[in-house]
């Protein structure tokens, strides 16, 4: 059973327990989830099962949406509802044009420095537990781009926006920065990830609906191999090409159909609805005799069927 399933996390669990969830369902070890989603997100969760864990890495870098709700005037140890407040301020009447000015002043590329509360290692433990331990340890900030930031409502001490950022965006972070600008400070109250990539909320699958009998390609919400990397341009490969792939040897361009990529692009190669490879395109290989592609995953039991 290979594939992806696009699952709407509820509130309240982790990324983890989701895969957990999903272990025990589809009665098999090899799960993974792309784009980790704190206890207090809900949304659009990516959960790889199978050979699909194979493909986590190049999921990695899509774009996020988030709607978030934000609370001026209190601040909370994790930066958002699920921790303890520890100071409150007055919260000043605020026009949404101050609102919107203070979201503006973050479009672009901004340094975060991540929250002590999240999965990022130092010395090879979470820094989530040296924070439950009352440790605190310095953070290398890191550069994140915030394409867009849209108010959807302004009803104090409440902030409603909508959120388009790059991988590795804290929205906690972002919430916290906001208030900051803003005056009283702020924490996250909600969040909810709409979009991962070209993933949308409206494809998920609540988790409570997976059943054990879903299987990739006839299930809702749960995509085939070929379909993982839908983002990708897909390159037919000919019989030639196959007996190649079957032996581990990119083929040559001459050896598929429908070509279209340019130097260093990335791009799927598949034949008769079967995932056989993700190569990137490397024209100049070819003078090497080593092919046209540079092999980045290969799946030889599809090249070889």
Do not use: W
């Amino acid at each position: 059973m290979d594939g992806l399933l696009l699952i709407d996390k509820p509130r309240g669990m982790t990324s983890h327990d989701v895969v957990a969830r999903v272990r025990r369902i589809l009665r098999t070890r090899r799960v993974g989830h792309a784009g980790t989603l704190d206890p207090l997100a809900t949304g659009v969760l990516l959960v790889a099962v199978g050979q699909g864990t194979r493909l986590v890495e190049f999921l990695m870098e899509g774009n996020k949406t988030y709607r978030a709700t934000l609370k001026l005037g209190e601040l909370t140890d994790t930066l958002d509802a699920d921790g303890e407040i520890i100071e409150r301020r007055p919260v000043p009447p605020l026009s949404e044009g101050q609102v919107e000015a203070a979201c503006r002043s973050f479009l672009g590329e901004i340094s975060q420095v991540p929250p002590m509360y999240s999965a990022i290692k130092k010395g090879g433990v979470p820094l989530y537990r040296l924070a439950r331990q009352g440790v605190e340890v310095e953070r290398a900030a890191r550069t994140v781009r915030i394409e867009r930031i849209a108010l959807r409502a302004l009803n104090l001490p409440f902030i409603d926006l909508e959120v388009d950022c790059s991988k590795g965006t804290y929205i906690r972070s972002l919430a916290q920065d906001l208030g900051a600008t803003l005056g009283p400070g702020a924490h996250l109250t909600a969040l909810c990830r709409t979009r991962s990539g070209s993933f949308s909320l409206d494809e998920c699958l609540a988790l409570e609906n997976l059943q054990d009998t879903a299987r990739p390609g006839d299930s809702p919400g749960f995509l085939p191999m070929v379909d993982v990397l839908r983002d990708f341009a897909r390159i037919e490969v000919g019989d030639a090409g196959c007996a190649r792939l079957a032996q581990g040897i990119p083929p040559l361009e001459e050896q598929v159909d429908g070509f279209s990529a340019e130097a260093g692009q990335a791009v799927v190669l598949a034949r008769a609805g079967r995932l056989l490879a993700v190569a990137r395109y490397a024209p100049h290989r070819a003078m090497e005799k080593r092919g046209d592609f540079e092999l980045l995953r290969v799946f030889p039991e599809a090249a070889a069927a």
